[in-house]
């Protein structure tokens, strides 16, 4: 069983950095990998970046290359993502969502069987 609770948001000026965290209470942490998705308001579920459950291979949307980095913490059955140089686009609910054994880039929400409540990132100018 897969369990996800994000954690890391708040409020942050523009230019500012955030590090969000995703952890797994189930105890299958080293059979999923994790991506990670924003929605702001009005809009669909945007895929964000993703990291095998391997963890030798990241993926990024196009508003995250250069700026975000996600890694994985495996002992503390955690996935972080690292925000830098954030803009008022970058404010949205950040949801994280697991696949067993994700080995591929998968940027559609369908693609995730299991999903954390969100923690909402709110950018200001």
């Known amino acids: 069983q897969v369990q996800l609770v994000e954690s890391g948001g708040g409020l942050v000026q523009a230019g500012g950095s955030l590090r969000l965290s995703c952890a797994d209470s189930g105890g299958t942490f080293r059979d999923i990998g994790v991506a990670w998705f924003r929605q702001a308001p009005g809009k669909g579920r945007e895929f964000v970046a993703s990291?095998?459950?391997?963890?030798?291979?990241?993926y990024y949307g196009d508003s995250a290359k250069g700026r975000f980095t996600i890694s994985r913490d495996n002992p503390k059955h955690t996935v972080h993502l690292q925000m830098t140089s954030l803009t008022l686009e970058d404010t949205a609910i950040y949801y994280c969502?697991?696949?067993?054994?994700?080995?591929?880039?998968?940027?559609?929400?369908?693609?995730?069987?299991?999903w954390g409540q969100g923690t909402q990132v709110t950018v200001s100018s």
């Open positions: 969502g697991a696949r067993m054994h994700l080995y591929e880039r998968i940027s559609s929400e369908s693609g995730y069987d299991y």
């Open positions: 990291i095998t459950y391997t963890g030798d291979r990241t």
